[in-house]
């Protein structure tokens, strides 16, 4: 992908960041409706890129929820207690770093916001995962907190023939918490524990829009590769997690009071880089649109 601007109208300009996915879009308004070549060209832009930065001012709910739905049909969060009010579909995520207390993990005002900092999809433990995440900066700390982006077209790519091969055909169990996690998830009530079984998903998926084949994995989630040996499973999921993990693959995202970033959640996966000065402010409003089945 070539490093130069496009300009699509007389006032959009699509910048691809210097990194293997992303874009910044400038001069789009973004709280109004968008004409057809510049939703256009923005979706062309999010489907070569993945990840599209939208600087500007703070948006409040209801503002990033009608951003968020010219990426697709919104979508309201499994856990209850993560829907924000009068709009369930919006959530605020409060990451703060409350103390580091020696010994112990780091302390948040949500305890599961450390499992943000694990490589992963999101919801990729429903049948019908998430499609574009849409991730609007209120406050973010002085330094550090960065999201970081991989992308898993690339990093499919990349992969040598034989390992191509052996991953051909598989499918894997993600299921809403897994052993293999480092950190436990929010506990689900009864009507969302029925509400979100384990699914399976294979772990090579193909874009719908684009057909690209991308790695589709996220170490949260994944439990077991199906019709293996659990110790080959756990051995090619490890060599996976390395393998993501290389710079080559990844863009980091410092953020900035107002940005909105946008990202696909099917040819991408992404975590946080907890470091930055405790009691740092770092919240963001989310919303996510409904996807379809991995195949
Ligand atoms: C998310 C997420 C990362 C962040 O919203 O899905 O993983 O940087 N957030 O807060
Ligand atoms: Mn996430």
Redesign the pocket.
């Known amino acids: 992908m070539p490093i130069t601007a496009t300009v699509a109208t007389p006032s959009l300009r699509i910048v691809p960041l210097d990194a293997p996915l992303g874009a910044r879009i400038d001069g789009v308004d973004r709280s109004q409706p968008w004409d057809a070549a510049t939703a256009a060209a923005i979706q062309q832009a999010f489907l070569t890129r993945h990840v599209l930065v939208f600087p500007g001012a703070t948006m409040d709910p209801a503002g990033v929820l009608a951003f968020a739905r010219r990426f697709g049909d919104t979508v309201a969060e499994v856990n209850r207690e993560k829907r924000l009010g009068e709009l369930p579909e919006v959530s605020r995520?409060n990451?703060t770093i409350k103390a580091i207390e020696p010994g112990k993990d780091l302390q948040f005002h949500v305890q599961t916001?450390l499992r943000?900092e694990e490589w992963?999809t999101?919801q990729s433990f429903v049948e019908r995962p998430a499609k574009a995440?849409i991730?609007h900066a209120h406050e973010v700390p002085s330094r550090g907190?960065?999201?970081w982006f991989c992308n898993t077209a690339a990093a499919y790519d990349a992969l040598s023939d034989d390992m191509k091969r052996r991953l051909t055909g598989l499918k894997a169990v993600h299921g809403y918490d897994t052993a293999r996690a480092r950190y436990r998830p929010a506990v689900r009530t009864q009507e969302e524990i029925d509400e979100s079984p384990d699914v399976v998903h294979p772990l090579v998926r193909t874009h719908p829009e684009s057909g690209r084949k991308a790695l589709y994995l996220n170490f949260n989630r994944l439990d077991h590769i199906l019709d293996i040996p659990r110790a080959e499973s756990d051995a090619i999921l490890d060599e996976l997690a390395a393998w993501v993990a290389q710079d080559r693959f990844i863009y980091r995202h410092n953020?900035t009071v107002g940005d909105a970033v946008v990202w696909d959640n099917r040819c991408t996966l992404?975590?946080?880089c907890y470091d930055s000065p405790v009691g740092d402010r770092?919240v963001?409003l989310?919303v996510?649109t409904q996807g379809d089945r991995p195949f």
Request: aromatic share 6%; proline share 0%; charged share 20%.
């Open positions: 995520i990451s916001s943000s992963h999101d995440t991730l907190g960065a999201t953020w992404h975590r946080v770092r963001m989310r996510v």
